[in-house]
């Protein structure tokens, strides 16, 4: 499967516990992006890699959250001190270097239930 | 970018064409408008996207109006598997990289 890939696709955690999401993008990718999705809404900007560098980060994402991307391939996200409200779905997606289509290659996610 | 408006759901009959219709009174001129689905437990996936003119490909047609305040997407030939939630995205030169999503339509196909 050459798609994007996350793991794991299921979290079950209590609060105030620290987990951890991976993100394999599509292998010539430079560009990932993390969103976060909570039912019945859309999904929401996180974060947005170009190879290793970090350019973007959204409001949403607090200081108990950190993300990684160390070689310019596999990303992580880190959600430290788990709270009840960060209870989601957690996407990656992947897109090609050169001029951004709008087309992004999202993952099946990770779903986070903190209880 | 410009805010977009769609149906909160739709029902369609198996084998029928299946019109979702998106506005975006407010787009600019070098705004495209994107459309994306979500099929339930799954990763949203890219359908179609067109600036001006109509856009066909394999899985869908986009019709933009002349005066692109709004646009429709059509599934020709709709089957049970095209049950998702469709959502329109505006995108601007501005916003580089990166998609706002809303609530999209939850168009659910009946045998």
């Known amino acids: 499967d050459t798609g994007v890939s996350q793991d794991p696709r299921h979290k079950i955690t209590k609060r105030g516990q620290n987990v951890t999401f991976r993100c394999d993008p599509i292998?010539?990718?430079?560009?990932l992006y993390w969103y976060r999705q909570t039912l019945g809404q859309g999904p929401e900007f996180l974060t947005y890699?170009?190879?290793?560098?970090?350019?973007?980060k959204s409001r949403l994402l607090s200081d108990r959250f950190s993300a990684e991307r160390p070689k310019g391939s596999f990303s992580t996200l880190e959600i430290q001190r788990t709270e009840q409200g960060d209870s989601a779905m957690y996407l990656c997606?992947?897109?090609?270097?050169?001029?951004?289509?709008?087309?992004?290659?999202f993952g099946e996610g990770s779903r986070l239930t903190v209880l | 970018d410009a805010k977009t408006t769609q149906p909160p759901s739709m029902d369609c009959a198996e084998g029928r064409a299946a019109n979702l219709p998106c506005n975006h009174s407010?787009?600019?001129?070098?705004?495209?408008v994107y459309w994306y689905r979500q099929i339930h437990s799954q990763g949203p996936q890219y359908i179609i996207h067109?600036?001006?003119n109509n856009e066909t490909n394999e899985m869908a047609s986009l019709i933009i109006t002349e005066d692109r305040k709004s646009s429709t997407l059509i599934l020709p030939h709709a089957t049970l598997r095209d049950t998702a939630v469709y959502y329109c995205?505006?995108?601007?030169?501005?916003?580089?990289?990166?998609?706002?999503f809303g609530k999209g339509t939850l168009l659910t196909v009946n045998p």
């Open positions: 997606a992947s897109s090609p270097e050169g001029t951004f289509t709008g087309e992004l290659f």
């Open positions: 292998s010539e990718h430079n560009r």
């Open positions: 890699f170009q190879n290793e560098a970090q350019l973007e």
């Open positions: 407010t787009i600019s001129g070098n705004e495209y």
């Open positions: 067109g600036l001006k």
């Open positions: 995205i505006v995108r601007g030169r501005g916003s580089n990289y990166k998609l706002t």
